[in-house]
């Protein structure tokens, strides 16, 4: 039952992830055209197209994640175990890609992902390993 619940937690946060990824793709030229206006009161100087295709990009791969994350909790309310294999992927690329991100200049905004992301990607992989190791071996689907 805790399984079930977990799973309807998953779908309703990836539901609302979903959301906010396809509007920010979606209307990515008016939300992203307000923070390149706003860029040089905060002593940033953005170009505005460069800034554009960088949001788009991030903001479809998240939507990406939201989705794969709804196919998971959905298998979670299914008592499928490899939802967590699922749940555990999308971590770990999530992780990846913030920190690569970081390494290569691809992270490059001061109001993109700084130390906190890292440790909310870091306890949120953890989690999902730790959700898989203990999964209830009685489960239908080894």
């Given amino acids: 039952m805790q399984l079930r619940i977990a799973g309807a937690f998953v779908v309703a946060a990836a539901a609302y992830s979903l959301w906010l990824g396809l509007s920010a793709v979606l209307n990515a030229r008016d939300l992203a055209g307000a923070l390149t206006d706003l860029a040089p009161a905060l002593g940033q100087s953005i170009d505005a197209a460069d800034f554009l295709l960088h ?25 499928k175990r490899w939802s967590t294999v699922l749940l555990l992927a999308i971590a770990i690329g999530s992780l990846t890609f913030n920190i690569v991100g970081h390494v290569t200049g691809y992270i490059r905004y001061g109001f993109e992902g700084g130390l906190k992301d890292l440790l909310v990607l870091m306890i949120a992989t953890v989690l999902s390993l730790v959700l898989y190791l203990k999964w209830p071996h009685a489960s239908r689907d080894e």
């Fill in 55 to 79: 949001w788009r990009v991030v903001y479809a791969l998240y939507a990406l994640a939201a989705a794969t994350a709804m196919v998971a909790g959905v298998a979670m309310i299914l008592r």
